[in-house]
């Protein structure tokens, strides 16, 4: 099993472009989850899910949109990125109550 | 808002010796768990505790959790250079929250040979 993969790992942007990340799992996992994690900082919660064709806003989703289309993926977009979206962000997946399995993440730089 | 906050926010040891790591939280939980980061890698499961549970051991880590104080802590025994990496408390609460995670800001263990 890959586990969560993620994709991309890297990328750059200019202000108010936009781009999408996608979280894929092979585990059958209902619940999935953006994060993003700063300097300093613990993983924030962006955006959930709690199984195909729902999504629920976090703590800080302004700014941000999902997708759940099939279970196994979770898509992440931001329509016109924005300096202070800098961040490396995390998708993560569990059963609910239990522990969460994390990707590798993926570092944007927004200039 | 962060509802864990560890302490120290940053630890230096040496190989061999134990590393205790600590976590206070504000509101009711129905399970506490930690994670670890390597540099630039995302977080992987150590250890979770339930609310009902006061102590938990998984090889080398221990960790208990006093709900009446709101507060957890994970030792690392007999720490090893590998065991150098963040630490992070996240606690999930009951209700229409019961299956969020929600992280404190770490602690960063180094330790050295």
């Known amino acids: 099993n890959a586990g969560v993969t993620q994709t991309p790992k890297f990328r750059v942007l200019k202000t108010g472009q936009s781009m999408t990340l996608l979280c894929a799992q092979d585990m059958n996992h209902e619940y999935m989850y953006w994060y993003r994690q700063d300097p300093g900082m613990g993983l924030r919660l962006i955006h959930y899910s709690v199984g195909e064709g729902t999504t629920a806003k976090g703590e800080v989703p302004d700014g941000y949109n999902v997708s759940r289309l099939k279970k196994q993926n979770f898509l992440l977009g931001l329509e016109s990125a924005a300096p202070s979206q800098t961040s490396v962000y995390f998708c993560?997946?569990?059963?609910?109550?239990?522990?969460?399995?994390f990707g590798p993440g993926t570092r944007l730089t927004v200039t | 808002s962060q509802q864990g906050e560890e302490d120290p926010q940053a630890l230096s040891i040496q190989e061999g010796e134990n590393a205790t790591m600590n976590c206070s939280y504000k509101?009711?939980?129905?399970?506490l768990q930690w994670y670890r980061q390597n540099s630039g890698r995302g977080l992987v499961h150590l250890i979770l505790?339930?609310?009902?549970?006061r102590e938990k051991h998984s090889g080398r880590l221990r960790v208990t959790l006093d709900t009446s104080k709101k507060s957890s802590s994970l030792l690392i025994t007999a720490s090893r250079a590998a065991d150098t990496a963040s630490y992070f408390c996240a606690t999930v609460g009951w209700g229409g929250s019961n299956y969020k995670l929600t992280f404190g800001k770490g602690t960063l263990l180094t330790v050295n040979p």
């Open positions: 505790i339930r609310s009902n549970e």
């Open positions: 993560a997946s569990n059963l609910g109550l239990h522990e969460q399995y």
């Open positions: 509101t009711s939980i129905n399970n």
